[in-house]
């Protein structure tokens, strides 16, 4: 049995994706003032570098 090619090397855990979209719905919501429900839908459409500057815009700094 083998998968199509691919490098699995490059795959990071589910958990550590599900964490960071945590975190892009509570930037998402702070920064519009969006409902959870409304900041999920946002994020469909929202591209990685509007992500990222909501992020920069939202980010209090201290620990990450």
């Known amino acids: 049995h083998t998968r199509c090619s691919r490098d699995w090397s ?11 979209r945590d975190k892009d719905i509570e930037c998402v919501k702070l920064y519009f003032g969006y409902s959870d429900q409304k900041a999920v ?16 815009n939202t980010d209090k700094g201290g620990v990450k």
């Not at 490059?10 to 960071?20: H, I, T």
Request: glycine share 0%; hydrophobic share 35%; charged share 35%.
């Open 10 to 20: 490059s795959d990071v855990c589910s958990s550590d994706l599900k964490a960071q």
């Open 41 to 56: 839908e946002a994020l469909r459409i929202l591209t990685d570098e509007q992500i990222a500057e909501i992020r920069r």
